[in-house]
């Protein structure tokens, strides 16, 4: 009898572990069902989305079909919304009313956005977390006229760190290209000494990387208390306030509505699921697998791409053990590099990674190359991913 494997969400997450399995079960001779069930009929690479707020990039060279992936690696597509998800059950129940039931299950659902957990943030800040978030930042950069714009990073961690240190720069010379004067601050949650404490390699090249670019200021150790869209201005818990003339903000973390109350939550931070390292099956539940982004923190991996495409090939490997009947060492790389993009040069952050007790992972940062070119590999392969996906007729 086939084996029911089912992926929720439509992502990289999704797709890495799909494949792997797919084709691993053809060599195999392993009889597989697969199911797709996401909201989303467009496979996304997020990473992309700063290209489009900038004008890099168009929302197609963004997306692809999930269909496409469905029918390529022979998978039954159900567009719907996950609801609940029953463990005990081995079911997953949809908006729609269907109960799909698994053998194994993959949660790649992500993180949600709790942009309320802040009154005002919501009405107030840009973003490009989503592609509809980014065409939003797209449309108000267009008409920008000069003055202050204030990056927010009012929690960590936070999807993609990297991030709002990336896009300063890349704001500075947006408006230099226009002939605009934009003084860019970065308002950021982590103090600096905790920064330098743990982060010292990456703190000392991106604050270079910044000097050098210049117009950027830091302004760090900063909790946020509330946003008034109206008045423009920043209340921070200290009493202090700040005025902006367009505010961009990294999007407060939590766990996706069909987890909320569940098992799968992270007791230890709430804002996150709980998975484990380096097999990522749930803690409790041994044929349900956590290799999505919004459960890195609990194993001590970057909140960031990377380590779920790693995360989901060691999932599905542990899956094929399983079901192949032999007991394999699940292997993770030794060391992942983040490729990031300044504006004026791209950043190779390396991750040293080791197993460590309690089922989590050791981590330890540091730069590993800054070259111009790395911005051009950057974007050569983010493009790829996404034209491997579509039709051959596009």
Known sequence: MAKRIVFLGGGACTLVALRRIAEEARHFKLDVDLTIVTADEYHYFPAFFPDVALGEAEPDDVRAPVRN?????????ILD????????????????GERIGYDYLF???GTRYAWERYPGLREAALHNYTLDGALKLREAL???????????????PHRCPGYPFEVLGRLVLYARRRGIKANVKLVHVVPMQMALEHLYDLAVTW?????????????????????????????FQDGETMKY???????????????????FVWKQDPRFIETTFPTFR????DDVFIPTDGAMPSVNLPFAGVPVHYAAVAAADTVLSDMIGVKANIAFPDNITIVLDFGTTGVLV???VKQAPGGVAQTKPYIGLTHPWIKLIKYSFYKGWIDALKPVSE
């Open 282 to 285: 749930s803690r409790k539940y």
């Open 107 to 109: 949660i790649c659902l």
């Open 81 to 96: 919304k996950v609801t609940e998800i029953k463990p005990d059950e081995r079911l997953v129940v949809t908006a729609k």
């Open 69 to 77: 992936i469905a029918e390529r690696y022979g998978a039954k597509l």
């Open 142 to 156: 267009a008409e920008f006229k000069g003055g202050d714009i204030v990056v927010l990073v009012p929690e960590f």
């Open 245 to 263: 003339d367009l505010l961009i903000a990294a999007p407060p973390p939590d766990v996706p509505e069909p987890l909320k109350g569940t098992e």
């Open 350 to 352: 390396v991750f040293d």
């Open 207 to 235: 604050h270079r990387i910044h000097q050098e670019i210049g117009d950027i200021e830091y302004i760090m150790g900063k909790k946020l208390e509330r946003v008034d869209p109206n008045t423009k201005t920043i209340h």
